[in-house]
């Protein structure tokens, strides 16, 4: 994802969060630190949430396998649930666990428009989701 897009698609969703009772920011040092960062934390004091925010306008997403191992690392140590957002351009923004993710042959993350539609939660049930 190409910076200024990421970073309008990380406020985006910033202020989805926010206007959904969710204490939310932006982490200053996701992609710039050797330790595991999120995009997003977020809580409502009942549920705490790590994301890595993903925005494009093709069909497809590879994410790095390590990018996904810091995700699940960080969240684990934070008490945080690990969710991969995707937002494809008309279509809107996809959750899904890491468990849910198809894998290349290498250990990439590969995130098809049809899977997010498929096993990806909507903005509405990730916020609604209780566990």
């Known amino acids: 994802m190409g910076k200024i897009k990421g970073t309008r698609a990380e406020r985006e969703l910033v202020h989805m969060l926010w206007s959904s009772d969710f204490a939310a920011l932006r982490a200053a040092g996701s992609g710039s630190t050797p330790l595991p960062c999120p995009d997003i934390i977020a809580g409502n004091g009942i ?4 994301i890595e925010c ?3 306008k093709d069909k497809a997403e590879y994410i790095k396998k ?3 191992e810091e995700l699940i ?3 684990k140590k934070f008490g945080a649930e690990p969710w991969i957002a995707i937002r494809f351009d008309n279509e809107g923004w996809f959750f899904l666990n890491h468990e849910d993710v198809e894998r290349s042959k290498e250990g990439s993350y590969i995130i098809p428009l049809e899977l997010a539609r498929e096993r990806g939660l909507t903005f509405k049930e990730l916020i609604e989701k209780v566990y």
């Not at 549920?47 to 790590?50: C, E, G, S, V």
């Open 47 to 50: 549920r705490k949430l790590a």
């Open 54 to 56: 993903k925005s494009l």
């Open 66 to 68: 390590e990018k996904v």
């Open 73 to 75: 690392h960080f969240a």
